[in-house]
């Protein structure tokens, strides 16, 4: 099971769970970041000073939310993100891969949750109150994957996606859809659907 905090409401207006809109297009990304951030404590309160507005303004971008596993970045289309969570505790599940976490209900929901340090490959580590689980939209329904923590938004071109290098085998390669770059940094693109196949091992 996950160890993690429990979930207590955001200041104001903020609450624990980040919902996203059906309609993406009314969706500000820099509230998901802010309140992210807020529920994480004042040290991690994000600030628009970091360049977030100015890659997410612009028209033309596919969108990404990048979060952090172990050492590395990560990034899934804001399409597929249905909300995040804070981490809480989930209910094991006799007989599954030891990456899935186990299951949580959320708002009447059972969910499924991957953990992406075991997914990926990584070990536990102990919970730092950063981490989050990022609930997942689905043509079998809704997921979760726990990560070690959300960064925030940014738009990508095309152009500056690259294939998965082939130095990548077997499954690792499986799970990368490609390599983003974006301001000097590295993002590492996951395919979703193979991520989430429980018989990929």
């Known amino acids: 099971a996950c160890a993690a905090e429990p979930c207590n409401a955001f200041p104001g207006a903020m609450?624990?769970?980040?919902?996203?809109?059906?309609?993406?297009?009314?969706?500000d990304p820099r509230e998901l970041i802010l309140a992210g951030r807020l529920s994480a404590g004042p040290a991690t309160i994000f600030s628009e000073s970091a360049g977030l507005k100015t890659a997410d303004d612009r028209e033309g971008l596919d969108k990404y939310l990048c979060f952090r596993v172990a050492d590395e970045?990560?990034?899934?289309?804001?399409?597929d993100v249905r909300e995040i969570i804070k981490a809480r505790p989930v209910t094991?599940?006799?007989?599954?891969?030891?990456f899935v976490a186990g299951v949580l209900s959320l708002r009447g929901m059972i969910i499924s949750v991957f953990d992406l340090r075991l997914r990926l490959?990584?070990?536990r580590a102990a919970p730092t109150g950063l981490e989050r689980i990022v609930i997942i939209r689905g043509p079998e329904g809704a997921r979760g994957l726990l990560v070690d923590e959300v960064h925030q938004v940014i738009g990508l071109p095309s152009s500056s996606i690259e294939d998965a290098p082939q130095v990548l085998e077997g499954v690792d390669r499986e799970f990368v859809r490609g390599i983003g770059r974006?301001?000097?940094?590295?993002?590492?693109?996951?395919?979703?659907?193979?991520v989430l196949e429980v018989a990929l091992i």
């Open 182 to 194: 974006h301001g000097g940094r590295m993002l590492i693109l996951l395919d979703l659907e193979k």
């Open 15 to 27: 609450r624990d769970v980040i919902e996203l809109p059906d309609d993406e297009q009314t969706f």
């Open 121 to 123: 490959g990584f070990e």
């Open 73 to 79: 970045e990560y990034g899934v289309s804001l399409m």
């Open 92 to 98: 094991e599940v006799p007989r599954m891969p030891r």
